[in-house]
DNA sequence: TATCCGACATGAG
DNA sequence: CTCATGTCGGATA
C-alpha cells in the first residue's frame, strides 16, 4: 500500500482494528523528494526488486512514503496512539537526515538508518545469497560494490593460486586481503601518507614513496607481466621497500596475480572507500573470504539494533546523557565537568570475548567517539576556541578475543577503519585531525577460544603506577598520553557481545570440556547450561579480579528458562553480581535472507547494588528496582523440577514414546486398511500429540499388549511395520534404544494406563493464545510425548490448567519452542502454587470446568478455532472469564490488578510453600506488591 | 512466507 | 525409568 499523504495514512491506520500482525505499514519510508524509482514502482513500471534487492517484497512488506518533514509528526500520531504491548509490527523506518526522536521507534523490530543506506543494508545481505545477482541500486550501495569486487579479488587469486587453498596458506590469504583492503581504504581518507609510512619515512631518509596503493599497483603490474611466474619478485610482503608501517609486518606472502586479479584490484580501488560502513564492513569481508561459512556467518550476523540493545544500556545512554547535560551556570564549573567526562571516556574499556570481525567493538567505538566530539564542540563554546586536543579514546582500549583467525584479523581492520572515519568527522568539526598512532596499535584482538582461557589474558587487570610514560593500554597502566596517572577505579570495563548459541544438548565433546572447565567448582549440572552460559560465567569470574566491570551479553532466551534458570543463574547472582538491565524474548533479526531461527534476551550484570534496574519487553521499557533470572522484576528466587506435586495435585505422566521412525504411527492415508480388517483393527488406537489435540486431527498408532503379539504378527503389515521398528532401535547408537529393539512391537517408553478418561495437555501451544489448551479425553486415547496425561484426574484439575494464573506460572517458569509455550509437569504442573482448598472450592471450579467444556462443544471446531485470539466465541470468553474469577478468589479475595500483580503473587506462593525446603525465610521483599510490573 | 507445532532421539538425572 | 531440549525442521495456511 503506498500512501504519500500522511493525513490520509495516518486516518486509514486510525481507521482500521489494530491487530498486531495486520498493522498496515511494516515499511515507512520518507523522502524530501520522492526519487524517481518510487514513482516509477508506484506506477509499476520498475520492478521493486531492483531498488531493494527483492528483500522487501519477497517479505511482503508495506509501504508509507510520506514527506521527510513529517515523519516525526506521522509517528508520533501513529506509534503514541496506537502502540500497544502486543504490537508486532514492523518499522523498517528510513528517514534522509531527518532526527526521529529515539523514543518514537522502540518498537521491537525497528531497523533505523537514513534512507541513502537502505541499499546498502539490504544490498549488504544479498551477497550471502549470491551477491553476483545483485544489481546496484541507484543509491549506490557502496559496501556492495566494495564487496563484488572484493570477492573478485579473491576468486581470482584464488584461482591463480591454487596452492592457497589449504588452511596455512589460506590464513596468509585472509591477512593479505585485508592489508589490501585497508591500503585501498586508507588511500582514499589521505591520512597514510604521513602516518602509516611514518617509519618508512625515516628509515629511507625520507623517501616517503607514494601513497600505498600506488606502490603495490607498480609491483602487481610487473607481476601481472610475468604471469604466473614469480620469478625474481617479491615473495614476502616485508619485502616491499616502503610497505613498511608495519601493516605488512611478519610473513605474509604475496600471492601470484593474473591480470585479471590486476584488474579487479584497480577497479576495487578506485572505489570510494572512505564511505565503506565501517560496522557491518566486517562481516561482509568475512563472508566473501571464507565461503565455507557464508552462510552462517550471515544468519549470525549481530543488527546494529541488537548490538545497541547491549550497549545502550550498559553504558552508552549514561554517557549521552552525561554529555548532553545543561550547562552548570558556572563556567569553570561547567569546563571542569566537561574535561571529567573527557577523561572517563578515555578510560573506558570494551571487550568482546566473542567479537567476530569485531561489529560491537566497532560501534561501541563509534559511538564513543561521537559522544567525545560532542562534549569537545561544548568545550570549544565554553572556551571560544578550538579544544586543540586529539581524541583520547584509544583503538587499544578495545579487547575482543575471537576463535577464527581471519575474523580476528578482520576485527582489527574494521577497528583502523572505523578510527580513520571517526578522526575523518573529528577533522571536519574541529579542523585538525588527531595523530594516527601506528598501525600495529590496532584493538587488542586476541586469536583464541574465550571459554579456554581466563580472560585476565586477553584484556588484563588495569593497575596503576607511578611515572609518566607513553602507554600501550590502561591495562598496563596510564592514559594512553602519558600524562595522567590511572587510578585502579577510575577505568572501566565493559564486556560485551554476541556469544555462540549452543544448546546444552547439542554441544561437541570439545565444547562440553570447556563447559566442564568453566562451570566446575560452581556446579555438577553443568551439563544443562546452554554454552552461552560459559560466557556469563568467565564475566563473572573476570568481573571478580578486575574492579568496575558490567557486562552483557546477547543470549538465548533459554537461558532465562526452565532447567538453565535454576542451574546457571544461582552462579552468578549469589556471587554478588545483579541484572542491571534485560531485554526481554525478542525474536532474532537481522537482514539476512536466511535468519537464524532464535530468540534471544539481551542481560546485563553488574555488582553495584540498589539503583534503578531497567526491563525491556518489546518495546515496553520500565524503571524496576530488582530483576531475577526469569527477567522479572521480582526477587530471585529459582523454581526447581519435581518429580511431586508440592500441593495437592494428582500426577501427570509424560506422554508414551514411539521410538519407532514413525513405524508403529498410522498415517490418515493408511488407515483405512487397518479399520477394514477386523483382527487389524484391534491393534489400532487413536494416539494424540499436541497437534492432534489442538486441531482435532485423528490420528493413530499401532497398539498391541504383550500377549497378543503372534496375532499382530500373522498380519504382514503389521509384521513389516514391528520389523522396520525393530531394524531401526537396532540401529541406534543409544544403548537404551538399541535395547528396545526386543520388544519392537511396542513404544519405546509406555506410561500410558487404564482409566476411563484422560486429562491432556499438549505439550506446545501457541503464545498468542490467551489459555492454554486441556482437553478431556476416552481412556482409549493413547497420548504421545508430544503431550502430557492424568488418567481419571478430577475435572477440577481442567480449571486450573485452563486459568489465566496457569498460563503465566507457565510462561515464566517453564521452557519455550521458540517464545510459544512449552508445558512441562516437573517445571510447571508440580511446582504451581495453589492454595488448599475446600470441598465447595473443588466444587465450583469443577462447575468452571464443565461450562469451559460446554461452551467448547457448542461453539465447535477444534481448540485453534475456539482460541483464535482474533475471534474467539463470547460462550468460551465468558465461561473463561467466570473461571478465571473462581480460581483467583481462591488466591486473593480482591483479585488482581495485572498480569504481574498474578505472577507476583504466584512467585510469592512458591517462596512460602518452598521456604523449609530451601531453608531460607520468606523473603522480606515478596511482602512488597507487585507495583510497577508488566 | 510466517505460523504453529512435531519429531526425534539423545543425554542425563 | 523420566523427560527437557533444540542459532531446529517440516508442514500448511
Redesign the pocket.
Known sequence: MYISDIDEAVSRIAAAPFVA?EFPFDFIAAYDAPPATITRIRNGTQNASDIDGGVLW???LHLLVCDAGQINEALARLLGSRATATQ?AKFLLATDGVEVAAHDIDAEDTIFFPFSELGNRFGFFLPLAGYSRYKAADDNPIDVKAANRLRRLYDALIAENPEWEGDAKRHAMNLFMTRIIFCMFAEDTGIIPEHLFARTIHDHGGHAGEEMVHVLTSIFTAMSIREGERGDMPRWATDFPWVNGGLFAGDIEVPRFSRTAFRTLTEAAGLRWNEINADIFGSMIQVIVDPAHRH?TG??Y?SVPNILKVLDPLFLDELRTEASRPALADNSREKARLKALLTRLSKIRVFDPACGSGNFLVIAYQELRKIERQVLDRLRAITGHAPGIWSHIELHNFYGIEISDFAAETAKLSLWIAKFQMDRAHRDMFGSAPPSLPLTDSGNIHNGNALAQDWLGACPAPISVNHRQKMPNLATAVDAHGTEEVIDGEVETYIVG?????????MNDVQ?AEMRTVAQGYT?????I???GGWFIRAMQYSETVPNVCFAF?A?N?LC????VPTLWPILLENSLAIRFAHRSFK?INNAPK????I?VVVGMDRVHGGARTLFDGNLRQEVSTINAYLLPLPNIYID?R?AALCELPP???GN??????NL?IEPAEIEDFQSDPVASTFVRPIV???????S?D?YCLWIEDDRIAQALAIPEIDRRIEATRV?RAG???P??RSKARTPYKF????QRNADHIIVV????????PYLPVLYMPGETIV?????MMFDAPLWTISLIASRMHLLWIEAV?????T?Y??????GWYTFPVPSMSQADYKRLESCAENILLARAEVGGS??EQYD?NNMHQLLIDAHTANDEAVESLYSGRGFRSDGDRLGHLFRRYAKLTADERGQEVDPEFALGMEGAA
Open positions: 500482525d519477497r517479505q511482503k508486532k552462517e544468519m549470525h549481530t554476541n556469544p555462540p548459541y549452543i544448546g546444552a544438548r547439542k562440553k555438577n549440572k553443568w551439563t544443562n546452554d554454552y552461552v546477547v538465548t533459554s528458562q526452565g532447567q538453565q532474532w535468519k537464524a531461527g532464535v534471544c523440577e518429580t501427570m505422566d509424560f514414546m514411539p521410538l519407532d521412525n514413525g504411527l500429540g499436541s497437534k492432534e489435540a489442538i486441531r486431527i490420528r531401526f541406534s547408537p543409544r537404551q534404544t519405546g517408553e509406555i506410561r499438549p505439550s506446545a501451544s501457541s503464545e498468542r493464545r504421545s510425548n508430544l503431550a502430557f517453564c521452557g519455550k519452542l521458540k510459544d512449552r508445558y512441562s509437569n516437573t517445571l481448540i485453534a485470539p
